[in-house]
């Protein structure tokens, strides 16, 4: 595969469980992000990879648990979510992070429904 | 802190016709400005960018946008539109330094809808 993955690409969950949300990027990039994508509101950028390094978190809070084993993958793990948590969830890649030229690629996103 | 406006949350234009999809921005330097498009059940694919030189910028699909510093605009455009080009189109505008990355802020989006 090409790009940037992302399974699973619907998931319903309710507000006890715990899930996983995967992106793969086949790109060679070394930055990962997750944006929240929520009806009327502009893209919000949760997390920031880059050389698999956290190095942004825009105070999202600990119900959503991100981990990034290495520069191709990228998780975003959740537990006992909120039903305002529903939204679509994009993951996106750069070449890196430390020039602002680079262009992110995105997935074609989770859509996430929480009961 | 920098901003995106895209002044119409939904556009309707007929097969054919012309677009201009508009974007003002607010940032304390030169910016880097980008339109991206995204299609129902997709993520967001890159149309094309500005970060310096002519200010008229040629991008995919026969889209151009042009980057006005005086009006703090980088509108989009086509001359003819096409029933594929129905989709929701957002403008960013970076880089801003967050405390270990650049990124981007985006606008809420313009949904393009085309009438055969």
């Known amino acids: 595969e090409t790009g940037v993955t992302q399974t699973p690409r619907h998931l319903v969950m309710g507000m006890t469980n715990k899930k996983s949300l995967k992106c793969e990027q086949h790109?060679?990039?070394?930055?990962m992000y997750w944006y929240k994508q929520s009806a009327k509101k502009p893209l919000e950028l949760m997390f920031v990879?880059?050389?698999?390094?956290?190095?942004e978190n825009n105070s999202v809070p600990s119900r959503f648990s991100p981990e990034c084993p290495n520069s191709s993958h990228l998780f975003l793990h959740l537990h006992t979510l909120q039903p305002e948590d529903s939204a679509l969830y994009l993951c996106?890649?750069?070449?890196?992070?430390?020039?602002?030229?680079?262009?992110?690629?995105f997935g074609p996103g989770t859509r996430l429904t929480v009961l | 802190a920098q901003s995106v406006t895209q002044p119409d949350i939904h556009i309707t234009v007929s097969e054919g016709a012309s677009l201009e999809l508009r974007c003002n921005y607010s940032?304390?330097?030169?910016?880097?400005l980008f339109w991206y498009v995204q299609s129902p059940g997709q993520g967001l694919q890159l149309l094309l960018k500005?970060?310096?030189?002519?200010?008229l910028v040629q991008g995919i699909k026969g889209f151009e946008a042009e980057f006005k510093r005086s009006q703090s605009s980088f509108n989009l455009r086509k001359p003819s539109v096409h029933w594929s080009d129905a989709a929701e189109y957002f403008c960013?505008?970076?880089?801003?330094?967050?405390?270990?990355?650049?990124?981007?802020?985006f606008g809420k989006g313009t949904k393009l809808s085309v009438i055969p």
């Open positions: 990879y880059n050389f698999k390094e956290q190095t």
């Open positions: 940032y304390g330097a030169t910016p880097y």
């Open positions: 790109l060679g990039h070394n930055a």
């Open positions: 996106a890649s750069s070449q890196d992070t430390g020039a602002g030229t680079d262009t992110q690629y």
């Open positions: 960013a505008v970076g880089p801003y330094s967050g405390a270990g990355s650049y990124q981007l802020t």
């Open positions: 500005y970060f310096s030189g002519d200010t």
